[in-house]
């Protein structure tokens, strides 16, 4: 049963902007992601060692707590949720079509590849100052320099990681 | 309305959207990085378009304040190509892979934890970090048009223009 096609992405695109135009109408809230990967691990350190993490500069910066972006985050799992479920198309799924094409269908290759890439890629977002949404979506539609650095930055790493994985076909 | 539920709500919507748009996949964020599928390209740039002049034009009337992040070169560079190489591994982004999860693409566990480390480990380095990468050429808060020195609407047009040229060969490439 081939999939349906999913929905226009310039409309998707244009709905996007004007959402998050009018999120910083409202309440004065840019799109973003990574911060909030810093709060929850600062609100799991926290619960398990309060005196460890109190003193650290980067948890005083970003106070571990459930904040607007804690809640945007918490919001896409559960848009996407009701997105998949009402279009029939939430589907378990351990192991990415393309990747099982190329890699196969072991579940511990495509977790460690995923982990170790997860812990890169926060730490250079946290180091550049934003994710494809904080600097990506946000930062350059206020035309901010950095927004278009980071995001050209991501695109030439990410290309090439991308082509050397794939070089050399799929599997069979 | 809280502040908190006004999160949540925009949250859906965005969760919503890049559901159906398809951009929460991996397929999709790798089909781009391996310039197969430009699909989270389209959606980027029209995003962009109407965001920047949305914003533009409130800010233009006063009505809402920009919130720029500082240039420092040496992070912004390492950062982002740090990031484009776990992005390349992982083949999600951190709001996305909340979006793959929601529909059920569970690999995206992997990423959420991997990312939980990773912060950790960022906020024991941030330190040494403040006083060498961080420190080295920082520009400051800038944007375009300021470092140009042009009227932020000829920007926001060439942009439209070049963006839509580009998405133009896309199409006609059939990306």
Known sequence: MKEKEGWNPYVTGALTGIVAVLSVLIVGKFFGASTSYVRSAGLIEKFFAPQRIA???????????????????????????????????????????????????????????????GVIAIFGARLAGGCPSGHGLSGVMQLSVSGFIALISFFIAGAIVARSLYRGGDKK | ?????????????????????????????????????????????????????????LYGRGVVGLQIKPVTLGANIIGGLMFGIGWGLLGYCPATQLGALGEGRWDALWGILGMLLGVSIFARVYPALKETLYAWADFGKITLPQALGLNHWIVILLLIIFGTLLLGWFEEKGL
């Open chain 1, 55 to 117: 003193p650290m500069d980067y948890f005083i910066k970003y106070i571990p707590e459930i904040d607007w972006q804690f809640m945007f985050v918490i919001g896409v799992l559960l848009g996407s949720f009701i997105a998949a479920i009402t279009s029939g198309n939430f589907r378990l799924q351990a192991v990415p079509d393309m990747w099982k094409a190329r890699f196969g269908s072991s579940i511990a290759r495509r977790a460690i590849t995923a982990f170790v890439g």
């Open chain 2, 1 to 57: 309305m809280s502040l908190l539920t006004y999160g949540l709500i925009t949250g859906i919507i965005f969760g919503f959207l890049i559901q159906k748009a398809r951009v929460v996949r991996y397929d999709k964020q790798v089909g781009a990085l391996r310039l197969l599928d430009m699909t989270i390209i389209k959606f980027m740039f029209s995003a962009v378009f109407v965001g920047m002049i949305g914003i533009y034009f």
